[in-house]
């Protein structure tokens, strides 16, 4: 007969009762205990001391994130919490007590990856907590039983699950945020977190989309839309540039959807963003699904011209055949994603369009293929991701019949061999072109730079560039950059309104005094508080101590 203990318990909320103590009144209750001597047997001389108690807050943390922005997003957020609470974030696995692994349910290779990386740590003995979309849409998994989970809506409470983590135990936090039974976008977007790139703010405007896709992992763990307000994200916005920030992307699992449940939509939302953008600074917005865009051509077009907006955006078409699209449950047809990036492209010069498109989805068949290699023939899309299909568990795509594995990567190969046929920016060279310099190239040899359609610019790696707005002559090109010559005399641009945070420095935290924020961090005090009492006693119980204590009368 199975044990009531057999039963998960999804939230930590639900061992807790209305007659319980509240975490003020518990706070409150432990700043009043006095640590009291307790009589144990005599040590033996020459034991070794032993001590069994851990204090969090005082260990290196290593955060690893897969996945896309809306994740680095939430990475950010855990790091900058763990940070504010006395956690030490390294870069260097190795050196870490835990890792917090922050997952993507995407494609199988990414679940892969997470996989492993779990299985690395347990054998180094190390801590684990995991976070993300996968342990979100499936907690019962094998590989995650007794594993700490952080929910995706959960990320405001990680310094809870780490510190239970820490010291062993095993807390599972999954629930949704609600206010007044209505779902919310997330956690606070005011929380404390580490950029990646000091100079970059990833802003997620909404969680979850409207969509069904067949194929899609993700809506189980994001699950419906949910905005945050406009004022939520104007402000997050503003705090941003207030600490150095020169780059903002919005990102979400449908940006094009946001609104629609609170009432507002996405040109609303950039209008008001806009105004805030300092002169020199910039705003990507993120991928948007066709369906939601085209409501918004006109206005979209408008804002997509802004001169502090990249010319850029991302629109998913996945397949162009109306059957394959239809078997996906995406809800629109090709023509509905030519209208928009044809209209885009008139109203809009030289905007950057970007697309995915998913190889050997089920019953795909050879005309569906053409009809996809057909459409890159004609828009010659500069920036295309190219995705062989994965059936993902508990998806109503894994049930259909499936295209054979070699099928799928031979359609790979051909239409990333189609891929690499033009070369998107050779017309480019000669031209001059203002860039915002804002990050490290991956050789280390440059600096990354964007021009005005977030096109990637390659320039010296000179320190007073990085940050800046500099106009370059491009005088080389390759498949997915350009090369840039600063020129001379030119003005070096400043957008930034405030020196830049320094790398791995904690953003969003408020000035407060000492004795707040030891008040902050109470709990982390009182257990150090019972982990000195205890050595303290342990020493007395020592013969050599006892004997130098018996004649001061202590005991």
């Not at 600490?243 to 008001?272: F, H, K, M, N, Q």
């Not at 996945?318 to 928009?340: G, I, N, P, T």
């Not at 641009?493 to 904690?506: D, N």
Request: proline share 6%.
């Amino acid at each position: 007969m199975a044990s009531a203990c057999d039963s998960p318990v999804d939230d930590i909320e639900d061992m807790v009762t209305s007659h319980d103590p509240t975490p003020h009144e518990r706070q409150f209750a432990r700043r009043n205990i006095v640590p009291r001597p307790r009589k144990h047997k005599l040590q033996p001389a020459g034991e070794e001391l032993q001590t069994d108690s851990v204090i969090p807050g005082t260990q290196k943390i290593w955060v690893r994130t897969w996945g896309c922005s809306h994740n680095s997003s939430d990475g950010e957020y855990m790091a900058g919490q763990l940070a504010a609470s006395g956690y030490k974030i390294t870069e260097n696995p190795a050196d870490a007590d835990l890792w917090l692994l922050n997952s993507c349910t995407v494609k199988n290779p990414a679940e892969d990856h997470f996989r492993n990386s779990i299985k690395k740590a347990q054998e180094q003995n190390k801590k684990v907590v995991v976070a993300g979309c996968v342990p979100q849409a499936q907690p019962r998994t094998d590989y995650l039983k007794e594993l700490s989970i952080i929910g995706v809506q959960q990320i405001d409470r990680v310094v809870e699950v780490v510190d239970e983590a820490i010291k062993g135990h095993s807390v599972r936090l999954l629930g949704q945020k609600k206010e007044k039974g209505k779902r919310l976008g997330g956690a606070r977007l005011d929380l404390p977190k580490i950029r990646k790139n000091p100079l970059i703010e990833i802003i997620s405007i909404n969680t979850g989309c409207l969509n069904a896709c067949t194929y899609c992992k993700t809506k189980h763990a994001r699950g419906d839309l949910a905005s945050y307000s406009i004022e939520e994200l104007v402000e997050r916005a503003r705090q941003s540039f207030q600490e150095g920030v020169c780059e903002i992307w919005l990102t979400s699992e449908d940006t094009g959807a946001y609104g629609r449940d609170i009432g507002t939509d996405l040109p609303s939302l950039l209008w008001e963003l806009v105004k805030e953008i300092p002169e020199g600074a910039m705003l990507r917005l993120g991928m948007t699904n066709p369906p939601y865009i085209l409501e918004h051509l006109e206005e979209m077009g408008r804002i997509l011209q802004h001169p502090r907006v990249y010319s850029f955006l991302h629109v998913p078409v996945q397949s162009a055949s109306d059957s394959v699209l239809m078997d996906m449950k995406r809800e629109y047809c090709c023509a509905d994603f030519r209208r928009v990036v044809d209209f885009l492209k008139e109203r809009v010069p030289g905007i950057t369009i970007a697309t995915d498109i998913i190889c050997g989805f089920p019953g795909e068949t050879d005309e569906d293929f053409e009809q996809t290699m057909e459409l890159v023939r004609q828009y010659r899309f500069p920036s295309l991701f190219i995705n062989q299909f994965y059936p993902r568990p508990g998806t109503p795509a894994a049930k259909m019949e499936q295209v054979p594995a070699h099928v799928k990567k031979q359609r790979t190969k051909e239409l990333s061999a189609l891929f690499h046929t033009y070369k998107p920016y050779d017309h480019k060279i000669g031209e001059r072109q203002r860039v915002l310099v804002t990050e490290e190239s991956f050789d280390s040899q440059h600096y990354v730079a964007h021009n005005k359609f977030y096109e990637q610019v390659l320039v010296p790696k000179k320190p007073e560039f990085k940050g800046k707005m500099i106009e370059v002559d491009i005088y080389e090109a390759g498949k997915h950059y350009m090369k840039g010559q600063p020129v001379e005399d030119a003005r070096v641009f400043t957008p930034s309104i405030a020196q830049p945070l320094q790398k791995g420095q904690v953003s969003g935290l408020p000035q407060v005094s000492l004795l707040d924020r030891l008040n902050m961090n109470i709990s982390h005090y009182c257990v150090f508080v019972d982990f000195i009492s205890r050595v303290v006693l342990r020493c007395l119980e020592t013969p050599w101590v006892q004997t130098q204590s018996d004649s001061l009368n202590v005991l």
